[in-house]
């Protein structure tokens, strides 16, 4: 499972470099030399979502997505599992929700293209498919971890 994080984590990072890269290229190009490029904002764009969505799922099998947990800390015992439970559930439900409509999204773009590098727009959801299909296997990573043995003393 680690190498699959380590897989997201640097593919986010080769994505925010990219993304940091344009936007240097763009502030020189228009800055300095005065002639600014179409594809370069684009591109960031592009990379920018990427980064987001690679970097989501990696911070998914971390724990460190913004997490209010007041409710849990409240309760204690069966009560607390039970809401723990219903929520890593909804959770679950959230994000297959959400790679569902990724894909539907995918299908229904494919013929769009973008303005400046003229490909398909697909390739901006493919970055949702991903993501969402990464937190999707390190949620059931983890609720089975967490869930699917019995408790030890």
Known sequence: MKQIVRMFDIGA???????????????VTRNLIHMPTT?????????CVW????????????????????LPRRFSGISQKLLIGSSQILSGIFLFCGWMG??????????AKT?????????????????????LLFHGYHMIRNFGRPNQK
Do not use: K
């Open 13 to 27: 990072l080769i994505c925010f470099v990219i993304m940091m890269g344009c936007v240097l290229l763009e502030v």
């Open 115 to 135: 303005t400046a590098l003229e490909i398909s727009i697909s390739w901006f959801y493919l970055a949702l498919f991903i993501g969402f299909s990464g937190m």
């Open 39 to 47: 594809w370069v904002e684009e591109l960031s764009r592009f990379m």
């Open 51 to 70: 980064t987001v969505f690679l970097g989501a799922a990696s911070a998914w099998f971390r724990g460190t997505h913004i997490a209010i947990d007041v």
């Open 102 to 111: 990724s894909i539907l999204i995918m299908i229904e773009q494919f013929q």
